[in-house]
């Protein structure tokens, strides 16, 4: 079972920001371990956006940023675009179980 | 650009083994962290295990049991073998490379994924 939680869904208006929350533990955010988001679209492999907290791989528009304070981190995606939508994982190192960890997933939607 | 290309047999009988392999192109696999993840029809991601280009491996406790990683820098490709399969291993397998920030590495190139499916 995954060791990072996210709430199921999020949605908001085109233009609207949205913002996508990632809770762990002591022994993975809380650590200071980074936090990395992917966005993945139906039937295709996900893709990363964010990597080290807030750093962008190189093409990934600027309105996504990252963030992480205690045992949480946030991902916020400013002026939503249609073509935003889709599942949002984030992912760290847990030292307990010494591996690599995903959250639980959020759906964003554009209404 | 760099491709990770998934192969496999796409249909496995409950209780035999499973083979993966990636092929790699537009990168050496040399000197650098591979990984295999998966993901249940529907589900979240799991991380099954990272290999480096020297061999070296490390699993998933959930799954070390009943998985091993292999790596041919002749073909530039990685392999995912898994024995004792059953209905829950049913996902689609995704090669990717790490992006080494150790200990807590992201994955930047994915595979398209390979459906794998386990009968009974």
């Known amino acids: 079972q995954s060791v990072l939680t996210q709430a199921p869904s999020v949605s908001g208006a085109p233009g609207q920001t949205v913002t996508i929350s990632c809770t762990g533990s002591r022994s993975n955010i809380g650590a200071g371990y980074d936090v990395h988001w992917y966005h993945q679209l139906p039937g295709t492999a996900p893709k990363l956006l964010i990597f080290?907290?807030?750093d962008r791989p190189s093409g990934v528009p600027d309105r996504f940023s990252g963030s992480k304070s205690g045992t949480s981190a946030s991902l916020a995606i400013t002026g939503l675009q249609a073509e935003d939508e889709g599942e949002y994982y984030c992912q760290s190192y847990d030292s307990s179980l010494n591996g690599f960890v995903f959250g639980t997933g959020t759906k964003v939607t554009a209404l | 650009q760099v491709q990770l290309r998934e192969s496999g047999p796409g249909l496995v009988k409950a209780s035999e083994t499973l083979s993966l392999t990636c092929s790699v192109s537009?990168?050496?696999?040399?000197?650098?962290?591979w990984s295999w993840i998966r993901q249940p029809a529907g589900k979240g991601l799991e991380w099954i295990g990272r290999?480096?280009?020297?061999?070296?491996?490390k699993y998933n406790p959930s799954l070390t049991s009943r998985v091993t990683m292999s790596v041919d820098t002749s073909k530039n490709q990685f392999s995912l073998t898994m024995i004792s399969v059953t209905a829950a291993d049913t996902a689609t397998y995704y090669c990717?490379?790490?992006?080494?920030?150790?200990?807590?590495?992201?994955?930047?190139?994915w595979g398209q994924g390979t459906v794998i499916t386990v009968s009974s």
């Open positions: 990717a490379r790490n992006l080494v920030r150790y200990p807590d590495d992201a994955f930047d190139i």
């Open positions: 537009g990168d050496s696999i040399v000197d650098k962290y």
């Open positions: 080290g907290d807030n």
């Open positions: 290999i480096y280009s020297s061999g070296r491996a």
